[in-house]
């Protein structure tokens, strides 16, 4: 995502701007991927489709599309909300986005008020979690498993009869 150019001895860090998500059906297939919960925002992926030029996937940029709701505020939060992100994705410094991924960043109201480091930060930390082996990001899933088997294994306790 960045470049680095060469001036009279001096590296200069240049950021692209990332690839945008610009149809609805590449939200809906990023939206039934892998997810990573953060306080500012949820992070969803899933792997591009492929394209009808038969490029191929591995080799494809990775792209993004922000999602901010009419829950959040009005045009003028939404704005602010949607801009500072991009501009927090444009100037991370080595981005760990995977390419022949498609990535949504679904905005909280916590983005607006933190600091612009520490949004940067949490979009790495979301990326590299939503690629970890195993994870699924933070909070999915765990929970309810969990709690669907304690029923079950109190019934049995006391179907056998045992208080302990």
Known sequence: MTEQIQDSGRKNRVARRPLRLTRRFDFLDAAKGKRFHSRSFSLQAGRQRRSPT????????PRFGFTVTKKIGSAVVRNRIRRR???ALRLVPDLPARPGHDYVIVARPAALGQSFSALQDELT?????I???????RGTGKGRASAKQAPAEA??????GNDA
Do not use: V
Request: aromatic residues 0%; glycine residues 18%; negative net charge.
């Open 54 to 61: 038969g490029e191929d996937q591995a080799a494809a940029a």
């Open 131 to 137: 690629h970890a082996p195993g994870g699924t990001g």
């Open 85 to 87: 992100l991009k501009e």
């Open 155 to 160: 019934q049995d306790i006391h179907a056998d």
């Open 125 to 129: 930390r979301a990326i590299t979690g």
